[in-house]
């Protein structure tokens, strides 16, 4: 059972335009979700993150908003650059040190 | 930012070996590390938790005795996997948590590519 999905494998959008990366969960207990950045054949950079007493938590062009009531959370990147290419990963976490990452959504970014 | 440093970052054995892979905390210390195991294409899947001083602990259908964890120091995590096939050829990759105030963040090696032979 999944508990953490990322409904779309890929995306494709146009540099400077916003890049809204979804992620969907069904654990009501999760408390703390983050996002990775991943590029082939290295490991996952932590990006940013949110609580779940929060709404939305920005940093720089990167954003998250979380929907409790949904069980959604997405992130949004803007203005989008060819360097933010990567696959993405969102995770949530469940009691102490148990991450549960979604399948990713990789993201081109055209020029 | 906390540094995880993972090696070998690429390997190639025969059918029948054993691999050893290395997981270290450069600057913080990790009672507990994470390994994962990434298949092209798919999520980060957790094998076992490495607990300092203490047994690992395992995710269900993940073989203990194929993929021995050793964590004999606070920074340091091992991952053996025993008597490796060509099935078991996939990214592996280590991770530790870091709490820095009230906030937490898993911190990612570069990942082994494992190719078996």
């Known amino acids: 059972d999944q508990q953490v999905k990322q409904n779309s494998p890929s995306l494709s959008v146009q540099e400077g335009r916003i890049s809204i990366l979804n992620c969907d969960y069904t654990?009501?207990?999760?408390?703390?979700f983050l996002w990775y950045k991943k590029y082939p054949a290295e490991g996952p950079t932590f990006l940013i993150s949110?609580?779940?007493?929060?709404d939305k938590n920005e940093d720089g062009r990167f954003t998250v908003f979380l929907n409790k009531s949904a069980k959604h959370l997405s992130l949004h990147i803007v203005p989008s650059q060819p360097g933010d290419s990567a696959v993405y990963f969102c995770?949530?976490?469940?009691?102490?040190?148990?991450?549960?990452f979604g399948t990713g959504t990789r993201l081109k970014v055209l020029a | 930012g906390a540094v995880v440093s993972q090696h070998p970052s690429w390997v190639i054995c025969k059918s029948g070996t054993s691999v050893k892979i290395e997981c270290r905390s450069l600057d913080f210390q990790a009672t507990t590390m994470f390994w994962y195991r990434q298949f092209p294409k798919q999520s980060l899947m957790l094998m076992a938790t490495?607990?300092?001083?203490?047994?690992?602990?395992?995710e269900q259908g993940v073989e203990k005795d194929k993929f021995l964890i050793n964590h004999a120091s606070l920074t340091l995590s091992t991952l053996t996997v025993t008597s490796a096939h060509p099935e078991d050829s996939s990214f592996y990759i280590c991770?530790?948590?870091?709490?820095?105030?009230?906030?937490?963040?898993?911190?990612f090696g570069s990942g082994t590519q494992l190719s078996v032979l």
């Open positions: 991770s530790a948590p870091h709490r820095r105030g009230s906030n937490e963040k898993l911190f």
């Open positions: 654990n009501s207990m999760f408390d703390y």
């Open positions: 490495s607990n300092e001083g203490s047994k690992a602990t395992y």
């Open positions: 949110i609580s779940s007493i929060k």
């Open positions: 995770a949530a976490i469940s009691g102490t040190y148990k991450y549960i």
